[in-house]
């Protein structure tokens, strides 16, 4: 079975059992818009069912992991986009968490956004030291995705779950390898090397121990997180509709600083 991209700024390339995805948007710093969402959960849905596959690597570039959602594309878009359920980032939200392969990242600079929250669902997480994982959803006028609100506390204990939340401070690939989002840090030209490397290690191992593994691993959980991405979404969908989310990005789009008075 060949796995097929749906969309150029999302490469995918499988062989000996390991199935690559690449962010391929780089002029944009791998920003992702509604078709990368789609063609991202349509390759996970076709790398589960594909006896080919084994294990999955989702990477990006050195400089760059993924600026998360393309504000342009979110603000402008169809209303497909408009943050429910079955926007796409929500369809690849709940692709992403059903994965039941091993799947594993490689991060290099920035990860915003939706680009740190899908690591909560990655077995294994490899970052470069030039790494920078940001949250900034109420920055934006939104709230949590991802399970993040569920997932982020229970890794990094509340208050710096709320630093990163509710703040939406930024903090770079050392503190995330001290709180246990990743596990190893190394220059940015061996980071996706690395990630190759553990995956052709987990490829080699039985299929059936793999998925039977994660799934004991993961499925007590599972529920409450896909529980956790709808509930998100829909409260995202009504935060998108209110001022305070269109000043945010209008003022994003317009290189200036929001103005929330009175929101």
Known sequence: MTIQSSCSDILVHAEDGICTITFNRLAKKNSITGPMYLALADILRQADASDAVRVAVLQGDATVFTAGNDLGDFLNGPKGGDGGVESPPFVFLQALAAFAKPLVAAV?????????TLLLHCDLVYAGDNAMF???FINLGFCPEGASSLLLP?????????????????????AALEVGLVNRVVPPTECNA??????RKLAAKPLASLLASKKLLKSAQLPQVQQRINEEGQVFRHLLQQPAAKEAMTAFLEKRRPDFAGM
């Open 108 to 116: 290099c600079g920035p990860a915003v956004g939706i680009g740190t």
């Open 194 to 199: 690395l990630a190759q490397a553990q995956a």
């Open 154 to 174: 229970q890794l990094m204990g509340h208050q710096r779950a709320c630093e990163a939340l509710l703040l939406g401070d930024p903090f770079m690939a050392e």
């Open 134 to 136: 940001s949250l900034p």
